[in-house]
């Protein structure tokens, strides 16, 4: 059971564009959610994160939104650079884990 | 601070050997996790401490696999009579427990080839 899913495996955007990354989750009960992106052979790096009792939290470039009504939330990164090329995970958590969804790669292109 | 380091980066081994990875958190974080990952998946919840008590264990996490945190400091996991699908990419993280809604921070992870 997927209890978070991110339905685009993979997205491109040029230097300079919005990207939109999109996840959605099945569990009411997820207090709080995170992005995280990785690079090839590192560990996930914290990007931002919003508590279920927000709908938009912004930190620099990067802004998440979160629809709790929909179950849904969306990663804004503006303007995209090609250091951003990489894998972005979304994850939802309860007081002792996280569970994450299977990814999207984005590539930013010149 | 240098963040959460894991040892080894890169573990070989035969099936049915046993394997120990050990992850040092970041200072003073009092919580510790253990993830797997395999490919084209995200990381998936094997187990967690809050000091040196292990509080959470996932089903994914079965009884050849065993996972201390002696001191409250670093934690060992400990893979016996590892199988072909026990290769996979180990991830630790720490979080200081501040609040309920705490940022875990990620290692650069064990990746563990079972031949």
């Known amino acids: 059971d997927q209890q978070v899913k991110q339905n685009s495996p993979s997205l491109s955007v040029q230097e300079g564009r919005i990207s939109i990354l999109n996840c959605d989750y099945t569990?009411?009960?997820?207090?709080?959610f995170l992005w995280y992106k990785k690079y090839p052979a590192e560990g996930p790096t914290f990007l931002i994160s919003?508590?279920?009792?927000?709908d938009k939290n912004e930190d620099g470039r990067f802004t998440v939104f979160l629809n709790k009504s929909a179950k849904h939330l969306s990663l804004h990164i503006v303007p995209s650079q090609p250091g951003d090329s990489a894998v972005y995970f979304c994850?939802?958590?309860?007081?002792?884990?996280?569970?994450f969804g299977t990814g999207t790669r984005l590539q930013v292109t010149l | 601070d240098t963040g959460v380091s894991q040892d080894p980066r890169h573990k070989i081994t035969k099936r049915g050997q046993n394997v120990t990875f050990r992850c040092d958190p970041i200072?003073?974080?009092?919580?510790l996790y253990w993830y797997r990952q395999t490919l084209g998946q995200g990381p998936e919840f094997l187990t967690y401490?809050?000091?040196?008590?292990?509080?959470?264990k996932s089903r994914l996490l079965s009884d050849r696999f065993s996972a201390e945190r002696p001191k409250g400091s670093f934690s060992t996991l400990e893979i016996q009579r590892t199988e072909q699908g026990d290769s996979a990419m180990y991830l630790c993280?720490?979080?200081?427990?501040?609040?309920?809604?705490?940022?875990?921070?990620f290692g650069p992870g064990t990746r563990l080839l079972v031949l």
């Open positions: 993280a720490s979080s200081p427990r501040e609040q309920n809604q705490e940022t875990q921070y």
């Open positions: 569990n009411s009960m997820f207090d709080y």
């Open positions: 919003i508590s279920s009792i927000k």
């Open positions: 994850a939802a958590g309860t007081a002792s884990k996280l569970t």
């Open positions: 200072s003073e974080h009092n919580r």
């Open positions: 401490f809050q000091n040196e008590a292990q509080l959470e």
